[in-house]
């Protein structure tokens, strides 16, 4: 009996291969977990045959910014970000890995980052390469890179110290590094408008750097400043690439509330520092808001706080005059929400998540201000405290143009900033708002690839597979070619459709928050299988663990 040449094959299609090319008509057989072939198939060859008649036929989308690091560990099958065609997540930025642990300093790490993101209930692991273990044992629904977060190498060494480390203490966040790379990391990020990252002077992370650069990884960084100071941020970000021989990752690069219309000036100086030698690029998604609590846009200093300690704080009437002064007079440059406040623009603070107050709900603090005949700030605290800090508000703080601006230029690739949720379980049944989590991808392609047609298919493929993929290091996925992994999806650019992002142009209050699945996305394959099937996402939990070879 002849023996067939692969197990799967896509006919019909057409071809986007992700490096930029117009698309053309080709099959593809895949053997094992490799793209074998791209040429004429005859389906007798084939084991299965996925006919791709009327779809674009592309790489699946590698996703550079993302912090599913515990969510891929709740929803293992990681479906809102697989069912938009996403393949590949990397992991930790803005300093926020939850590994490396060190006693007796752990219990001070989960504070700060569970801020942000929720924690794992259990924690099982200390050192990176315990965590990625952890996490490859569990099995993930699609691929999983990791960057170890500064912070979390800070907060290891320093716990929540405000202060430069001793040459002793610097050692041993070196050796922290050092371990995370062996483990297979592909670099370190920072976040450094976020404690502890923030109290790190720009020394602090070149050293850190130069051992990354070592095992040939990235600097990827949330930036010091992302409104009024943002030049200078970014200035800083270069300077630490140029000075430790790193190649450099802006995270979402776009200017916030207080520096909106600086995107010439902003793009200008990472293509200056292209041209000197400098391998820097950067990243942005496409949403303009987002829904973090009230209390994570003061400044950096409360977040040492446990919320008992918090509310009873800004209860105070002298404290809450000295955080007002504060955020007024930015001292620390706090990450970009905090710029709505800083401008007194309350009229841009949408309540999502009222727990006691449902009246609230799509009522601005500036509305609900007026309201009590109160003024704003006072308004701002009172929620907090008569909310035990459970409220989530919207913070529409970037601009579209802006965004569109980036989404162009030639040194900016397609990112998230999600974690990787699912309709299943808890956190999907929620009014959380996560349309990036859900729809981030698809979202671009339908806006300003099909309505718009600010960028072309190729282009923007290109921004969200080999770009990304060529600057993390996964050299073997990102383009459709024989001997890459089969890491593929496949979408009808007439039907595909964001469901979780119903708000072009912006329209407050929304009566709802939608967390969808896209539509249009029949069919994605990670690593040879098949795993969502005719728009249904099948068991098998097909992604791998990726680790970077760097030596």
């Not at 918090?310 to 905090?338: C, F, M, Q």
Request: proline share 6%; aromatic share 8%.
């Amino acid at each position: 009996m002849k023996r067939l040449s692969y197990d799967l094959s896509i006919v019909n299609g057409r071809i986007v291969d992700g490096a930029g090319n117009p698309w053309y008509y080709g099959d593809i057989g895949i053997t094992g977990r490799t793209i074998s072939r791209i040429g004429k198939i005859e389906r007798k060859e084939c084991r299965r045959t996925v006919d791709a008649k009327g779809l674009f036929v592309c790489p699946g989308f590698v996703d550079i910014h993302t912090h599913s690091d515990a969510s891929a560990i709740e929803f293992p099958g990681c479906d809102s970000t697989l069912r938009q065609g996403v393949t590949t997540h990397l992991i930790g930025n803005c300093g926020l890995s939850i590994a490396p642990l060190k006693e007796p300093n752990v219990d001070v790490w989960l504070n700060y980052w569970s801020e942000s993101y929720a924690p794992p209930k259990r924690i099982l692991w200390h050192t990176f390469d315990e965590y990625m273990r952890f996490l490859e044992k569990r099995g993930v629904g699609h691929n999983i890179a990791a960057l170890v977060g500064h912070s979390a190498v800070r907060a290891a060494v320093l716990g929540a110290d405000r202060r430069a480390p001793s040459p002793k203490e610097l050692a041993a966040m070196k050796d922290l590094v050092e371990e995370a790379m062996r483990a297979g990391a592909f670099g370190m990020s920072t976040g450094l408008v976020y404690p502890p990252g923030c109290f790190a002077k720009t020394d602090e992370v070149v050293e850190l750097c130069k051992v990354v650069a070592k095992y040939h990884g990235i600097y990827t960084s949330h930036i010091r400043g992302e409104r009024e100071m943002i030049a200078k941020a970014i200035k800083e970000a270069i300077l630490i690439g140029k000075k430790s021989g790193c190649p450099v990752e802006i995270s979402h690069n776009c200017p916030k509330y207080g520096a909106w219309g600086r995107t010439k000036e902003t793009l200008g100086l990472v293509e200056a520092a292209r041209r000197s030698g400098v391998e820097v690029t950067i990243d942005n998604d496409m949403h303009t808001d987002l829904s973090p609590s009230l209390s994570e846009s003061l400044p950096q200093y409360l977040a040492e706080m446990t919320r008992p300690a918090l509310l009873k704080h800004v209860s105070d009437p002298k404290n809450r005059e000295r955080i007002t002064r504060e955020i007024k007079e930015d001292r620390l440059p706090a990450w970009g929400p905090s710029g709505l406040l800083k401008h007194g623009r309350f009229d841009r603070i949408f309540m999502l998540d009222v727990p006691k107050q449902k009246g609230l709900v799509g009522k601005t603090v500036a509305q609900i201000a007026k309201e009590r005949g109160k003024d704003a700030f006072e308004t701002y605290f009172d929620l907090m405290v008569e909310e035990d800090d459970k409220i989530h508000a919207i913070y529409d703080y970037t601009s579209e143009d802006d965004v569109a601006k980036l989404l162009v230029d030639p040194n900016m690739m397609v990112s998230s900033d999600c974690e990787t949720r699912s309709l299943e379980g808890p956190v999907g049944r929620t009014a959380e708002y996560a349309p990036c989590a859900f729809g981030e991808h698809p979202g671009i392609i339908q806006r300003y690839v099909r309505e718009e047609g600010l960028l072309t298919l190729q282009e923007c493929i290109r921004k969200m597979t080999s770009m990304p993929a060529q600057k993390i290091g996964l050299y073997d996925r990102g383009i459709l070619r024989p001997g890459m992994r089969a890491d593929i999806m496949m979408f009808d650019m007439k039907k595909i459709r964001d469901r979780a992002t119903n708000r072009w142009p912006h329209k407050y209050p929304f009566e709802n928050f939608p967390n969808k699945y896209p539509l249009g996305i029949p069919y994605v394959i990670v690593n040879g299988q098949v795993a969502v099937d005719g728009g249904e996402q099948s068991k098998t939990l097909a992604g791998e663990v990726l680790r970077h070879e760097s030596n």
